[in-house]
């Protein structure tokens, strides 16, 4: 469980920035399984066991056992929370979850995102800013313009549908947003498609028909099983 937001963490939290350091430390001493008391945390971290008394406080909590405690729980749901997305059949990514985190706080920290997408991925789109900007996130929906000709000059990040991944505007965005130094995150159906490869964080999308067309007019899970991987990957990051 990598630490980006420690508001979200820890929500009441007055935590200073080189308290940071210290509960990545804790954390990662809970996921190996391994036993974390004060005193040794002290030690390690060459600082004292009254100081690491009043970082959680500072946290939020009565004392040192309540933070590990909680601390504890919440490793806990983020394991249990990878595994089921990791066997979900209909969602397939090629990079590892620590890439992916970077690239959601990434767009966490720089409070707007592009959005892509044409036909049937429009309702994608669409979904994706209503929900987005509940999280407090600018979604900007790129139809009818060119990124280009609204940057601003500051790099933005892309989210990106296409359920061939073969979209000849949906290539070349990708490549203007790339050009302006943003990242982008693909949804895709296809699992040999250029989006695949072409995304900083690309997620193929199973179907789970073998017969579909570009008209859409067969049974498709394509746009169903896309908004449920949104829905789990906005909740876990913004």
């Given at each position: 469980?990598?630490?980006?937001?420690?508001?979200?963490?820890?929500?009441?939290?007055?935590?200073?920035?080189?308290?940071?350091?210290?509960?990545?430390?804790?954390?990662?001493?809970?996921?190996?399984?391994?036993?974390?008391?004060?005193?040794?945390?002290?030690?390690?971290?060459?600082?004292?066991?009254?100081?690491i008394s009043r970082l959680s406080k500072r946290a939020g909590f009565k004392n040192f056992k309540e933070m590990i405690f909680f601390l504890t729980q919440?490793?806990?749901?983020?394991?249990?929370?990878?595994?089921?997305?990791?066997?979900?059949?209909?969602?397939?990514?090629?990079?590892?979850w620590e890439e992916i985190d970077q690239i959601f706080e990434l767009i966490k920290e720089q409070g707007q995102v592009y959005l892509s997408g044409e036909g049937f991925c429009d309702l994608l789109v669409k979904y994706a800013y209503r929900k987005l900007m509940l999280k407090k996130i600018y979604a900007i929906d790129l139809k009818d313009m060119e990124i280009k000709l609204?940057?601003?000059?500051?790099?933005?990040?892309l989210i990106i549908f296409s359920q061939s991944g073969e979209n000849?505007?949906?290539?070349?965005?990708?490549?203007?947003?790339?050009?302006?130094?943003?990242?982008?995150?693909?949804?895709?159906?296809?699992?040999?498609?250029?989006?695949l490869k072409e995304g900083d964080a690309s997620f193929q999308v199973d179907p789970e028909s073998s017969v579909i067309n570009s008209e859409n007019s067969t049974l498709n899970f394509f746009f169903g099983n896309c908004l449920n991987a949104l829905e789990y990957l906005f909740d876990r990051y913004l």
């Amino acid at each position: 469980m990598k630490i980006y937001h420690l508001s979200k963490l820890l929500p009441d939290n007055t935590l200073r920035e080189e308290d940071k350091p210290i509960i990545e430390y804790i954390v990662k001493k809970i996921e190996r399984n391994e036993e974390v008391d004060i005193r040794s945390t002290a030690m390690e971290n060459y600082t004292s066991p009254s100081s690491i008394s009043r970082l959680s406080k500072r946290a939020g909590f009565k004392n040192f056992k309540e933070m590990i405690f909680f601390l504890t729980q919440k490793s806990n749901e983020t394991q249990i929370a990878e595994r089921s997305l990791n066997q979900q059949k209909f969602l397939n990514t090629k990079q590892n979850w620590e890439e992916i985190d970077q690239i959601f706080e990434l767009i966490k920290e720089q409070g707007q995102v592009y959005l892509s997408g044409e036909g049937f991925c429009d309702l994608l789109v669409k979904y994706a800013y209503r929900k987005l900007m509940l999280k407090k996130i600018y979604a900007i929906d790129l139809k009818d313009m060119e990124i280009k000709l609204i940057s601003d000059g500051q790099p933005k990040s892309l989210i990106i549908f296409s359920q061939s991944g073969e979209n000849r505007d949906a290539l070349r965005r990708i490549k203007e947003c790339k050009e302006l130094g943003g990242k982008v995150i693909t949804f895709t159906a296809s699992p040999n498609s250029t989006f695949l490869k072409e995304g900083d964080a690309s997620f193929q999308v199973d179907p789970e028909s073998s017969v579909i067309n570009s008209e859409n007019s067969t049974l498709n899970f394509f746009f169903g099983n896309c908004l449920n991987a949104l829905e789990y990957l906005f909740d876990r990051y913004l």
